[in-house]
């Protein structure tokens, strides 16, 4: 569960514009800025994992269900597009 809600955010910062342009948004501003994070889908995946991990183990852990079944969601309406 951890690693698809990693995935699933890793996509929505990097291949997604998201609700109302905010994850485009985001990606635009830190190229202007020369920071190349989010272009790399591996490399976000990495870091999201690892943030999810650390959620697991403290009070909100209980986001994990809701942020991997959205995901899962998004995933499933990419992939019939």
């Known amino acids: 569960m951890i690693a698809l809600a990693g995935f ?13 342009d905010i994850f485009s948004k985001l990606r635009s501003m830190l ?8 272009e790399c889908m591996i490399c976000t995946g ?23 079944a959205i995901g899962l969601v998004i995933i499933l309406v990419e992939v019939i597009k």
């Open 31 to 38: 190229i202007n800025r020369k920071v190349r994070v989010l």
């Open 8 to 20: 699933a955010l890793a996509y929505l910062l990097t291949a997604t514009s998201g609700p109302f």
């Open 46 to 68: 990495v870091w999201t994992v690892a943030l999810m991990w650390i959620l697991s183990m403290t009070e909100f852990s209980y986001l994990l269900k809701p942020i991997s």
